[in-house]
């Protein structure tokens, strides 16, 4: 009779303590632990809502916000720049910023970037559509340095013979390479005629 009593003590005690462990951990959300690159200056993907994919509206990229100490790039004021009868209203830039020079479409005739280009891209009925070139060469005193884009657009950036990094997927790392210039290409993103900014902050 004692060993009865004691094996339903036994089996109580064990089930109490299968609740209690149940209880501390069973209702809790398992929470993974993001150490989030805040954009090592060089070309985060955080998005602006002013424009959908199909608005041509702009987009402006920064780092993403996580919580910590996140610098933030601003490119300046908004503004509108004179690009002619064809761009009635202007193409969308910032105070200070330059209207790209065509023609722009490969290395040889990239428009220098400093630290702010706008323009447009126009897409043909035969193709789709073209690529504008930037190029920069970082200054001397630079230490560090972040590429910042707005647009429904592609930017791919290299230098010193590197493959093209595309900043607008994910948060790549640039090479940092000082007396190497840099060539930064503007594509549309789904082929139709987008307006595009790209500012260079250097520090």
């Known amino acids: 009779m004692r060993k009865s009593h004691f094996a339903r003590l036994y089996f109580t005690l064990t089930a109490l303590a299968a609740v209690g462990v149940w209880a501390a951990c069973g209702g809790s959300d398992t929470q993974d632990v993001v150490d989030n690159d805040a954009g090592a200056d060089t070309g ?11 608005s041509g509206g702009q987009r402006d990229t920064g780092p993403a916000d996580t919580g910590a100490d996140v610098k933030v790039y601003d490119a300046g004021q908004p503004n509108f720049l004179d690009a002619g009868e064809e761009f009635e209203g202007g193409i969308p830039c910032v105070v200070g ?3 790209e020079e065509e023609p722009n479409d490969d290395r040889e005739s990239a428009d220098e970037l400093k630290p702010t280009r706008c323009g447009v891209i126009k ?4 193709d789709a559509g073209e690529s504008d070139f930037l190029t920069f ?9 972040f590429l910042q884009y707005a647009g429904n657009v592609r930017v791919l950036v290299e230098t010193d013979g590197a493959a093209p ?4 997927q994910g948060s790549p790392t640039l090479v940092f390479r000082k007396g190497q210039p840099y060539y930064v290409e503007v594509k549309s993103k789904d082929n ?12």
């Open 97 to 99: 910023g330059e209207l």
């Open 44 to 54: 985060a993907d955080d998005r602006d809502s002013g424009g959908g994919e199909d």
């Open 165 to 168: 990094v595309d900043i607008t």
């Open 192 to 203: 139709k005629q987008q307006f595009w900014r790209v500012t260079l902050f250097q520090e």
């Open 123 to 126: 897409i043909d009925e035969l």
């Open 137 to 145: 060469t970082l200054a001397d005193a630079s230490t560090n340095f």
